[in-house]
């Protein structure tokens, strides 16, 4: 099989799913047709694509253990027939628990047929000065090993003539999955006053959740507590509140500090 292109479709709020789609892309070594970062609301409410015979590269972050519930439920409105699709989860360090398997049922509902799958490690969203937890990841390691990834999934299409003379990728995960994320909203961010107002955090927001015309105040009930407010902001003037997240981040950091390696999953040749 030799899909022409590859399409590349992503949530990625910090931007480590992203990073790892392209160095994936990379090793794959074909030319990327279409780069469609889902992210901000506005794209998410856009009419969803169809996909013919391309490669497509599917990815989103790990939240509670579940694929980022923005990411699923765009995803869940994708057409593909038959399209061959690699999925890659981004998890910061603790567990990708049920993510890799929901993104594997999702898509297959969708008409995809999955060709390999990966959990890859990216610093997690509340990683901070105070509470750093995988830190500056995805790094060097991980780039080389996303990038030998894309090889393998290229040596895997050079040998393949149909998608039905593979067996099934096989990911780990468990069905019920488990609850995920709780719904209730609470303030999360504090401004300081070094805040001056640029309103990057607001061009970054995914939900549009912080107000334009004053970038002091966030929406609780729109906060998906993503974090890219807090990452891109050049003052470091937005911080984590007092909060059940901010708890969190504390014990994730204290628990989760043996480094994780990412996992790739690909399936057998049917002999
Ligand atoms: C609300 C929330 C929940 C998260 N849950 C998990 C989790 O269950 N396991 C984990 O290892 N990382 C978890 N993370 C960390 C992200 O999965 C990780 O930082 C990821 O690299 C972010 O992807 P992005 O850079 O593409 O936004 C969570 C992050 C957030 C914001």
């Given at each position: 099989m030799s899909p022409d292109n590859t399409t590349l479709l992503y949530f990625s709020p910090t931007a480590t799913t992203r990073i790892i789609l392209e160095e994936i892309a990379k090793g794959i070594g074909?030319?990327?047709?279409a780069a469609i970062d889902i992210t901000k609301s506005e794209i998410r409410t856009q009419a969803p694509p169809e996909f013919g015979d391309d490669l497509v590269l599917i990815g989103a972050p790990v939240y509670g253990g579940r694929l980022s519930k923005d990411a699923a439920n765009y995803f869940k409105t994708v057409r593909a027939s038959g399209s061959p699709v690699v999925l890659v989860v981004l998890y910061g360090n603790r567990e990708f628990d049920d993510a890799l398997l929901e993104l594997k049922n999702i898509t297959v509902d969708c008409g995809f047929a999955p060709l390999a799958a990966g959990a890859f490690i990216g610093?997690?969203?509340?990683?901070?000065?105070?509470f750093t937890i995988a830190?500056?990841?995805?790094d060097e390691d991980d780039l080389e090993k996303a990038f030998s990834f894309g090889k393998q999934i290229a040596g895997l299409l050079g040998r393949?003539?149909?998608?039905?003379?593979l067996t099934s990728v096989n990911v780990p995960g468990n069905f019920p999955y488990k609850k995920g994320m709780p719904v209730s909203s609470f303030p999360f961010i504090d401004v300081t006053d070094?805040?001056?107002?640029?309103g990057i955090c607001v061009t970054v927001c995914p939900k549009n959740a912080?107000?334009?015309?004053?970038?002091?105040?966030?929406?609780d009930e729109h906060c998906?507590?993503?974090?890219a407010c807090v990452k891109v902001c050049p003052r470091q003037a937005r911080i984590l509140k007092d909060s059940p997240l901010r708890d969190k981040a504390e014990i994730i950091s204290k628990n989760c500090t043996r480094r994780k390696e990412p996992q790739i999953f690909l399936p057998e040749m049917r002999s």
């Open positions: 074909k030319d990327v047709l610093e997690h969203s509340l990683s901070n000065n105070e830190l500056n990841r995805p393949l003539e149909n998608m039905a003379d070094d805040c001056d107002d640029c912080i107000d334009e015309t004053n970038t002091w105040s966030t929406i998906i507590y993503c974090c």
